[in-house]
């Protein structure tokens, strides 16, 4: 017994050994690897310590993992640049105050200019009119700017024009492909349906002279909310105003007779029970009703209305889909400035340049580094367990990332985002109103009266919505800005 255990001693030790032994002979050389390693790290710790800091102002919604941005600055100064990128967080309730305090104090140099206040004034457009944002003009037809002007299309750098001049950075947001219609031609002919002219009123006769006989579905899906449909009525709602693309001219919502004609029609389908009360007008809640979705899923409807990217439930053999392209409107909210205190005009547009003109410095800011935090399967990106990763959807606003940065699963926009990206924009037609940004001083409440109205036509019909309106329209001084906005277009135009 005792000689056993002996033996098992002995084989222990020499397995001790032997482990001892291909440690050190391991070790060996990777001390010398050690060596180079720290020897890199030295060395990128010394370009950091004389790079210049180009500090990015966004709202505090924002945040980007500390570790990200240390990958990023180190792809940066591995990549031979000579600056880093620092992050400032400004308290969103506040951002509007705060961030022109920092451009006045040369405090940044980049900055998110935001989405405009709850009440819906274009304080983005005073903040351009204060003198603190660098015209972009010139910066963009020289040699220094090509890069950051290839990297979006051409069109979306029209749609930051305020006054007729390029003040940021377009938005790039894309999953607003305009408003569509699926037919369901188990019931409609294709000769309707190809003859279609795009309004409402079109599918509201349609609707009426197609035969229809489940009881337990409404023959019109209403899958809109917000004022998505105002591309097909030739207009943009926005500052509490209608400005009508026909005609050229801005008006009051209430006397528009596009737009009360449209939510006429709406109401007249409701009256004659073709679109059920559980399908709210103009309210994301209508987006979510479970009896919406089960009948579009199911593709129990005649003709179903929607906005966006067309989904999948409408991909059927028997849905046709039609589409009316969106117009491309301003831009100017949630665009990328340059400050006009920027201590070096060169090395900011280089970094933006860089930034949205290569993909891999936005993926290492939103994800991390590839096959170590990340991995790529077919152009999308996810856990490196294959799961999906959550879309960083408001860090990818803040910082206008959704050019080249890989998508994740369920995004709502372009997988492929150069291609499909750029030919989608460029094919867009632009509103007439593109670089017309008016001084909204006197706004006031409009806007919520605008919002307050829509809302009030799950309850009431669009005559009873109209006149619990239009006096609290005029007590907040509708005419007096009305007048001061067209008297506004009229100079923008001569």
């Known amino acids: 017994m005792k000689k056993n255990r002996n033996i098992l001693i002995a084989i222990i030790l020499l397995a001790l050994i032997v482990i001892s032994a291909t440690v050190f002979l391991i070790k060996k050389p990777d001390s010398t690897s050690k060596k180079e390693t720290d020897a890199e790290i030295d060395s990128v710790a010394g370009k950091e310590s004389d790079a210049k800091i180009i500090t990015f102002a966004v709202p505090d919604i924002c945040?980007?993992?500390?570790?990200?941005?240390?990958?990023?600055?180190?792809?940066?100064?591995?990549?031979?640049?000579?600056?880093?990128?620092k992050i400032k967080y400004l308290e969103y309730d506040e951002y509007a105050e705060l961030l022109e305090s920092e451009l006045k104090n040369g405090d940044t140099d980049i900055a998110f200019l935001g989405l405009g206040d709850a009440s819906g004034s274009n304080n983005i457009y005073t903040l351009i009119n204060s003198g603190l944002i660098l015209n972009l003009d010139e910066i963009l037809s020289q040699e220094s700017g090509t890069v950051l002007y290839n990297a979006f299309p051409q069109n979306l750098w029209e749609s930051v024009k305020c006054n007729k001049h390029i003040y940021s950075i377009p938005s790039v947001l894309v999953n607003d492909q305009g408003v569509y219609a699926a037919f369901n031609r188990d019931y409609i002919a294709d000769d309707d349906i190809e003859e279609w002219d795009g309004s409402i009123a079109g599918i509201y006769e349609i609707i009426k002279n197609a035969e229809w006989n489940d009881s337990d579905a409404p023959r019109f899906q209403y899958l809109i909310s917000g004022y998505s449909f105002e591309d097909m009525i030739g207009c943009e709602i926005r500052y509490g105003l209608i400005f009508d693309y026909g005609s050229l001219s801005i008006e009051n919502p209430l006397e528009s007779e596009k737009f009360i004609g449209y939510l006429n029609v709406l109401d007249q389908m409701k009256k004659d029970g073709y679109m059920t009360d559980s399908i709210l007008y103009l309210d994301n809640s209508g987006l979510s009703s479970a009896e919406v979705l089960k009948n579009v899923e199911s593709g129990n409807y005649l003709v179903a209305l929607s906005s966006g990217a067309v989904d999948e439930v409408f991909l059927k053999d028997n849905i046709t889909v039609k589409t009316v392209k969106p117009y491309l409107s301003s831009r100017i909210n949630g665009s990328i400035a340059i400050s006009k205190n920027t201590d070096d005009i060169d090395d900011v547009v280089d970094f933006l340049g860089l930034f949205y003109g290569d993909g891999k410095y936005g993926n290492i800011l939103l994800y991390g580094q590839e096959d170590s935090e990340y991995k790529v399967i077919d152009g999308i990106a996810c856990n490196t367990d294959g799961t999906d990763l959550d879309d960083d959807y408001i860090n990818k606003l803040c910082l206008n990332l959704f050019v080249n940065i890989y998508p994740v699963r369920g995004e709502n926009y372009m997988n492929n985002r150069k291609n499909e990206f750029f030919s989608f924009y460029d094919s867009m037609e632009l509103s007439p109103f593109i670089g017309f940004e008016p001084n909204t001083a006197g706004l006031n409440n409009i806007s919520n009266d605008m919002g307050a109205f829509?809302?009030?036509?799950?309850?009431?019909?669009?005559?009873?919505?109209?006149?619990?309106?239009?006096?609290?329209?005029?007590?907040?001084?509708?005419?007096?800005?009305?007048?001061?906005?067209?008297?506004?277009?009229?100079?923008?135009?001569?």
Do not use: C, P
């Open 63 to 85: 945040k980007i993992d500390d570790d990200n941005l240390q990958h990023f600055n180190d792809e940066l100064i591995k990549d031979g640049h000579n600056y880093m990128l």
């Open 454 to 494: 829509m809302n009030s036509l799950k309850d009431k019909t669009v005559d009873e919505a109209i006149g619990s309106a239009r006096d609290k329209f005029i007590s907040d001084g509708i005419d007096e800005y009305l007048s001061s906005v067209k008297r506004q277009w009229e100079e923008y135009r001569q």
